[in-house]
């Protein structure tokens, strides 16, 4: 993301192509315009022990953005 610090390359494109994220039990990937992230089925500070989390993939309920399609995601 440096190269976009030069006021000459602020509006150059992302040259990024694939990112994957986890922050508070929410997951992310980002691949090529694509956004996919899901949420925890419970909160991760929940006082509630002893509890199993689901699968990660499977277990979890995702969603598929197209970025450059969808107006209510930012890129």
Do not use: C
């Amino acid at each position: 993301m440096a190269y976009t610090f030069d006021k000459a390359n602020a509006a150059a494109p992302s040259r990024r192509t694939t990112l994957y994220f986890e922050m508070g039990g929410y997951r992310g990937i980002y691949h090529e315009g694509w956004y996919a992230a899901t949420t925890p089925p419970i909160a991760p500070w929940s006082p509630v022990l002893g509890v199993t989390l689901p699968d990660v993939v499977s277990g979890y309920k995702w969603e598929l953005y197209n970025l450059a399609d969808d107006p209510t995601q930012y890129d």
